[in-house]
C-alpha cells in the first residue's frame, strides 16, 4: 500500500516537473530580453546640460529600489542645480562595474554614491545542469509551510535566472532617470514579518566571500573616481531581520571592517544601513526595500547623505 502511494507521488512530481520544465523552455524561447549594452551605451552617449551637476548611484536591484524621483525632488528644494541619476542594473557588482567605470566618469558627476552588500562579494558559480540529481532536488525539496506563489516564483528564478522577471508580466515601473531598471509591480508591495519568515525557510546561510577579485575591483573603481577628482560616498544597502539572521554575526563584522578600511584607506565616508531598519516593515522580500510610498525612509535617507555632501 505504502509502495503503491509513493509511486503515485513520483508520478504526480514527474509530470508537473515536464510540465514546469516544457512550459519554461517555451517561454524561453519567445521572451524577449532588453539588451542592458545597448541600453547603457544609449545613456552614455547622450548629451547632458553642462549646466546641471549629476549625482550618481551605483548598485543592483537593491539600490534600483530607490524612489529617484523623490530623492530629486529632495535635493532641489534646496539645489536646483543638481540632479540624481539612479544607475543601478540587477545582479551588478564591483568586477561588472569596473567595466563601465571610465564611461561613468565621462559624464563628468560631481558626486558618486555607490550602495553594496554581501552579495555583491560572493563568488560566481558556474551554472549547474538544470537536469542533474542535485538541481532536481532542490527545486522539487517540497516544504509545505511555503507560499506556493514563493516557491513556483523560486523554481522559475533558478531555472532561468535574469529572465524570470518577465514572467511576472510587463507592467513594468519605469523610474525616472534610472536607465537600466525597470521595476516589476510585486516590488510595490510589502510583506509582513510572517511573509517574510516563510521566505526565510530553507534558505543557506549567507556569508560574506572576501573575493579578491571583487575587492579590488571596488578599490579599483573608488581610485579612478577620486584620480578624477569626483566625490565617492560608499553606503552597505539595508537589510530585513529575517535575512539578517541568516548571516552569522563573524560574517557581518568581517563585512562592515572590510568597507570601513576601505573608506579609510580611500578616505571617503562610508553609511552603514544594513541593520538599521531591519524591524521595520518596509520589505517586499529578503533583499529588497519596497518601492512604496510606506518605505521612503530609505529614499530619505540616501537624499540627505546627498544634501550633507552638497552643503559640505
Given amino acids: 500500500m505504502v509502495e503503491n502511494k509513493n509511486i503515485e507521488i513520483s508520478i504526480v512530481v514527474l509530470i508537473g516537473f515536464c510540465l514546469v520544465f516544457s512550459s519554461l523552455f517555451i517561454l524561453q524561447s519567445i521572451i524577449i530580453v532588453p539588451n ?8 552614455f552617449d547622450k548629451k547632458f546640460d553642462g549646466k546641471i551637476q549629476k549625482v550618481l548611484i551605483l548598485g543592483s536591484s537593491q539600490t534600483a529600489t530607490l524612489n529617484t524621483k523623490y530623492i530629486i525632488q529632495k535635493i532641489s528644494e534646496n539645489h536646483d542645480n543638481y540632479t540624481v541619476y539612479n544607475l543601478s542594473y ?7 562595474r569596473l567595466t563601465t567605470i ?11 554614491l555607490y550602495g553594496v552588500s554581501f552579495r555583491d562579494f560572493t563568488t560566481e558559480k558556474k551554472s549547474e545542469n ?6 532536481i532536488k532542490n527545486i522539487f525539496d517540497l516544504n509545505f509551510s511555503l507560499n506556493p506563489k514563493l516557491m513556483s516564483l523560486k523554481t522559475i528564478k533558478q531555472i532561468m535566472g535574469n529572465n524570470a522577471g518577465f514572467i511576472e508580466g510587463n507592467n513594468k515601473i519605469k ?6 531598471t525597470e521595476l516589476s509591480p510585486r516590488r510595490t508591495i510589502i510583506l509582513n514579518e510572517n511573509e517574510l519568515e516563510k521566505e526565510s525557510l530553507g534558505e543557506k546561510a549567507v556569508y560574506f566571500d572576501n573575493d579578491d577579485e571583487k575587492i ?8 579612478e573616481l577620486k584620480k578624477n577628482k569626483i566625490k565617492t560616498i560608499l553606503f552597505a544597502v539595508p537589510l530585513p531581520k529575517s535575512q539578517l539572521d541568516l548571516i552569522p554575526d563573524s560574517e557581518k563584522i568581517e563585512f562592515y571592517s572590510t568597507l570601513n578600511k576601505i573608506a579609510n584607506n580611500f578616505d571617503i565616508k562610508f553609511y552603514n544601513y544594513t541593520e538599521k531598519y531591519e524591524k521595520l516593515a518596509i520589505w517586499s522580500d529578503l533583499s529588497h526595500v519596497a518601492f512604496n510610498s510606506n518605505a521612503i525612509i530609505y529614499s530619505d535617507d540616501v537624499s540627505k547623505i546627498v544634501q550633507s555632501e552638497i552643503d559640505s
Wanted: no cysteine; charged share 25%; glycine share 0%.
Fill in 130 to 135: 538544470i537536469f542533474s540529481i542535485s538541481q
Fill in 102 to 112: 571610465q564611461e561613468t566618469i565621462n559624464l563628468k558627476p560631481t558626486i558618486v
Fill in 90 to 96: 540587477d545582479e551588478d557588482n564591483p568586477k561588472k
Fill in 216 to 223: 579590488t575591483s571596488m578599490k579599483k573603481i573608488i581610485y
Fill in 175 to 180: 523610474q525616472l532617470h534610472t536607465p537600466f
Fill in 36 to 43: 542592458s549594452d545597448s541600453a547603457q551605451k544609449e545613456f
